[in-house]
């Protein structure tokens, strides 16, 4: 019952549409790829997905662009002794046959100096670029500023 | 109360960044072998700070005494943190259903400079409306921060600033004194019956 309503509640906050997108590009996947709506273009927005690496040997997404903004990296929040902070993270291993998450609360993409405000809806292209696998552009879906993710559980499962 | 230069070792270290930090409400100051007891969140009767919601209401500790009262500890620019915690917080509220409308919910800014009044109550309008945000000079969040035994800081960043903050939401009990902590990010499936211990 609980997790019927907790369903109920992300499907009134994320759209199933773009956000589910899967881009593949040699070993690499990339998919889930969103962002949250921000109040004005002065705060940073927020930049998540899911990157799988079915190849042999490890990689690293070392670097993160976009036109919504011009001054986007990668971070990484992290708790210590309940001190919440978020260190820039040079590069973000995704080692052979694994898949590494940018979601709340862990890796995110950081996007300071905004173009214009994010609003619920809109999307934007970011290339993510790995240390052997180059670059990967995807597009990034816009939901709420109270989304946790997109829902794409609904094929397959 | 007078403000203390301090790094917290390990923590925002990769940036390399400057760090400094802003009142860390005498927290640092204590010895950290001593008893934990004496590092709980103090009861609202014995605290003391003067902050303002974005209504523009004082809101006082004793206030809270009367019914039972969650509060973090936040600041609106963070675009990963601060919304995750308010839209867990959304979410237990949501599933406590009318048993929430007896709580006080509130968030204290860490970073006044920019979270007026006005910035909070345009952001918070984007989550539960029983949620509170409140801000004032930095000497009053620090005082509110030192009862709590929260600690945050100001780190200088990429020619702007971030805060590091304690990331925990406090409960207490309807009688004003300390209930638990909700864990940053903790499972719903924890958060909610801590939520409704301490609502009693
Ligand atoms: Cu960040």
């Not at chain 2, 523009?56 to 019914?67: A, K, L, S, T, Y």
Request: charged share 20%.
């Amino acid at each position: 019952m609980k997790i019927t309503v907790f369903t109920a509640l992300i499907l009134t906050l994320a759209s199933p549409t773009l956000a589910c997108e899967t881009v593949t590009s040699g070993e690499m996947t990339i998919e889930n790829a969103w962002s949250r709506a921000t109040i004005g273009a002065n705060r940073p927005a927020v930049f998540y997905v899911a990157i799988t690496n079915a190849g042999s040997s490890g990689d690293a997404l070392i670097g993160i662009a976009t036109p919504a903004a011009s001054m986007p990296m990668l971070h990484q929040t992290v708790v210590t002794e309940d001190i919440a902070s978020m260190p820039h993270a040079m590069s973000i291993p995704i080692a052979a046959g694994q898949s590494v998450q940018l979601a709340p609360g862990g890796y995110h993409g950081m996007l300071m100096g905004l173009t214009e405000a994010l609003k619920v809806g809109d999307n934007f292209p970011m290339t993510l670029t790995f240390q052997n696998a180059g670059d990967i552009t995807i597009n990034v879906e816009v939901l709420s500023i109270r989304a946790e993710g997109p829902d794409c559980e609904s094929d397959g499962q | 109360m007078r403000i203390r230069r301090a790094v917290i070792l390990g923590i925002g270290g990769v940036a390399g960044a400057a760090a400094f930090a802003l009142g860390l409400g005498g927290w640092r100051t204590r010895n950290r072998s001593q008893s934990g007891a004496d590092l709980l969140p103090l009861p609202f009767a014995d605290m003391s700070f003067s902050l303002t919601d974005q209504r523009g209401n004082m809101v006082r500790p004793e206030d809270w005494i009367g019914r039972p009262t969650m509060v973090f500890f936040g600041f609106t620019w963070c675009p990963d943190v601060c919304p995750t915690t308010l839209s867990d917080i959304s979410g237990w509220l949501e599933e406590l259903g009318t048993d929430a409308d007896r709580l006080n919910v509130a968030m204290i800014t860490v970073d006044p400079e920019r979270d007026t009044t006005e910035v909070l109550g345009d952001y918070l309008s984007h989550f539960d409306p029983r949620i509170i945000g409140l801000t004032g000079t930095l000497e009053e969040i620090e005082r509110a921060a030192s009862g709590f035994r929260a600690r945050f800081e100001k780190l200088a960043r990429d020619d702007d600033y971030t805060m590091n903050h304690t990331a925990g939401v406090f409960l207490f009990r309807s009688d004003g004194g300390f209930a638990s902590i909700i864990d940053y990010h903790e499972d719903r499936r924890f958060a909610v019956p801590k939520i409704r211990r301490a609502i009693g």
